[in-house]
């Protein structure tokens, strides 16, 4: 594939997450008004762009389509796809036997919400993008060494803090005379 098709397939994702992102603003911030129109429009139009470069894919890559370099995306981008023309299907036709059915609504809903992981398929794009992804998850083993190494420097510091209040305090016969101190006598009650 060009780069150009490469370029133009990461827009429309950029742009088909960003309506994801503006109906889901839409429909938490004016529950009882529906833009359902526009988004519906919109996507009908994803979905028929998404067809076509499947179908332009499948068209230049033939068997290298699902066992090719990006076999698994293409695996992927199909399964996306095929829940969308469905997702359409349902719409165009209003089967109420299916809207009523809450457990198919809420898998639509999931499945628009997938659609928002085609944009990590444009970091191959970016090469510092994927430098920074790269160095983040190359330094989580690193960080969460560094969690644990803070974690018993506190254990160990409060450890020796009590024990040298604890050791003073009974030097000094303050636990005799405990209800001088207010916050000691909250805290052994």
């Known amino acids: 594939m060009s780069k150009k098709f490469d370029v133009i397939c990461g827009m429309v994702i950029v742009c088909n997450a960003l309506t994801i992102s503006y109906a889901t603003d839409q429909a938490i911030a004016n529950p009882n008004h529906s833009n359902a129109t526009f988004v519906d429009t919109c996507e009908l139009v994803f979905t028929i762009f998404y067809t076509c470069e499947l179908c332009a894919k499948f068209a230049c890559m033939k068997c290298d389509f699902f066992a090719g370099r990006d076999g698994r995306w293409n695996m992927f981008d199909s ?3 095929l829940t969308a023309i469905y997702q359409q299907v349902v719409l ?4 109420q036997s299916l809207n009523q059915n809450l457990t198919v ?17 444009l970091m191959r794009f ?3 993008l994927r430098l920074i992804v790269a160095s983040i998850l190359g330094s989580v083993l690193s960080m969460l060494w560094s969690m644990v190494l803070i974690g018993l420097v506190t254990l160990i510091f409060g450890i020796t803090l009590v024990q040298f209040v604890t050791g003073y305090l009974a030097d000094n016969k303050v636990w005799d005379n405990y209800k001088e101190f207010p916050m000691l006598e909250l805290q052994t009650a």
């Open 105 to 121: 609504l809420r898998l639509m809903r999931l499945m628009k919400m997938i659609k928002v992981f085609r944009i990590v398929r």
């Open 126 to 128: 970016v090469r510092e």
């Open 92 to 95: 165009l036709f209003e089967l």
């Open 79 to 81: 399964f996306l796809v």
